[in-house]
């Protein structure tokens, strides 16, 4: 994760950053100012919830393909066992992925659950056990994204490893073979 995006870089996909960033925004302004203006709890946990659902598949599903090249899934085998499903783009593929996306994509993800973990804190300082309810939901939600990217990203990391240790074990055997052939 690259912490300082070059200045004069833009993004290779705005469009896909702006709905990245929209719901995980639309769902704390919707749960910060409701407070302000609506006084039914039901109303204000289904649409909190609603739009921190639509960020987490928009997360998972769009923009982490686009973004930073990486998707990730949970499924139950046949055991029922849980396993972690990764999917992530060729080396050269994330080579060529833009800094200032993969730097928002990653910002945004980690800042929107410190977010929910300030918000639970007044929750429980008000002793707001309905509120904290909606964000127990919310951030179970930002952390899954965080913690099936993360492991993606680990994943994508070692994959990489082999490939790159396998091309050079390839090419150091391929020149070693030429060398002797010639002899």
Known sequence: MDLNPSAGENYANPKICFFHVLFKAAALAFYILSA????????????????????FWVVKNVSGRILVGLRWWNEINEQGESVWKFECLDQEALARMNKKD???????????????????????????????????????????NIIGFTKCRKDAKKQIQAFASQTIATRVSSTIQTAFSVV
């Open 36 to 55: 302000l203006f609506i006084d039914n709890f039901v109303i204000i946990f289904v649409v909190t919830v609603l739009l921190a659902a639509l960020d």
């Open 102 to 144: 993969s730097w928002l994509f990653w910002w945004t993800l980690y800042l929107a659950a410190v977010v929910w973990i300030v918000l639970g804190i007044f929750s429980l300082i008000r002793f707001q056990a309905d509120y904290l309810l909606v964000v127990g939901v919310c951030l179970t939600l930002s952390i899954a």
